[in-house]
């Protein structure tokens, strides 16, 4: 994904996403993101095949999420929307948020895209019971916001940090978010 236009740029800018100093994910101070650009893959296939191949695996995704409340946008998410998604990707993989321990989340360094993810994830796992805190973090914070980038080396790192039992530190975050406490 390559930004050639600086029309994306200019309406971040406009809107405020842009930080004017760090980058704070989940943050009291979050006001914004570094734009960056990257690239990553993945070779995605059933896992079934992956075993009679013999291939490696690294991760499996049990299940996945989407939902918009048609209302929300780019720069105004909303909570229940979120919640939807979390919802269906559990659903689907057939177990509860109060078995995660680690949330790999999207973490834009806004005000309102942070709180409105801690806000959703905590109410998922308020919902379910969940007795014991679960650690968050997001790869952004350590290489900018990289748009569709972000993504794949957000699952990149949540599947090395859980085959290694290691959690890579989320830089920036010097005070947690209110919501970090929820």
């Not at 790192?157 to 005070?175: D, H, L, N, W, Y």
């Amino acid at each position: 994904d390559v930004s050639l236009d600086p029309f994306e740029l200019v309406g971040f800018a406009k809107t405020g996403a842009l930080a004017r100093q760090l980058m704070r994910v989940y943050d009291a101070k979050s006001e914004g993101f570094w734009p960056g650009e990257g690239c990553g893959f993945v070779v995605l296939m059933r896992e079934e095949d992956a075993r009679r191949l013999h291939r490696e695996i690294h991760a499996s995704i049990r299940g996945w999420g989407i939902s918009s409340d048609g209302s929300g946008g780019i720069t105004r998410p909303e909570v229940d929307g979120q919640v939807l998604a979390l919802e269906r990707a559990y659903q689907r993989a057939g177990y509860g948020p109060e078995t995660v321990e680690y949330f790999e989340g999207h973490g834009t360094g806004t005000a309102v895209g942070d709180a409105t993810e801690l806000a959703a994830i905590s109410r998922v796992r308020g919902r379910s019971g969940a007795a014991s805190p679960a650690a968050i973090g997001s790869v952004k914070a350590n290489i900018g916001h990289t748009k569709a980038a972000a993504g794949i080396a957000g699952l990149i790192k949540a599947a090395v940090a859980v085959r290694e039992q290691v959690i890579p530190p989320t830089t920036g975050c010097e005070s947690p978010h209110r919501e970090m406490g929820t």
